[in-house]
C-alpha cells in the first residue's frame, strides 16, 4: 500500500469516475488506466489478431481509396475563395 498526493482537482477527477460499485480508488485507477505497454507488447497484439477475410480487405481498401480522393475533401479556405457556399 502506498500513500499518494493529489491536487484538489485531480482528486476531484479522480473521484467522479469512482462509482458506488467500485469501493476503492485503486480499482478506479486499475480500470481507467491502461498498463503501459512496449512495442513487444503491440507486435504480440497484432500477432494474435485473425487474418482478415477477403471481404473485410476489400471494405478496408474502398474505405481506404474514399477518404484519399480529393473529391471527398472539404476546404472551407477555397470554396471561400471561389464563392461556394460551404455547409457546416
Not at 477475410?53 to 479556405?77: Q, Y
Request: glycine letters at 4%; a negative charge; hydrophobic letters at 35%.
Amino acid at each position: 500500500m502506498k500513500t499518494i498526493s493529489l491536487t484538489d482537482e485531480a482528486y476531484e477527477r479522480l473521484k467522479s469516475w469512482k462509482s458506488p460499485e467500485c469501493d476503492s480508488f485503486s480499482k478506479v485507477v486499475l480500470e481507467v488506466i491502461p498498463k503501459r505497454g512496449t512495442a513487444a507488447d503491440m507486435e504480440k497484439a497484432f500477432q494474435s489478431l485473425k487474418p482478415l477475410t477477403a471481404e473485410e480487405a476489400k471494405r478496408i481498401e474502398e474505405a481506404m481509396g474514399w477518404t484519399n480522393s480529393w473529391d471527398n475533401v472539404s476546404d472551407t479556405w477555397s470554396s471561400l475563395a471561389t464563392g461556394e457556399k460551404h455547409a457546416s
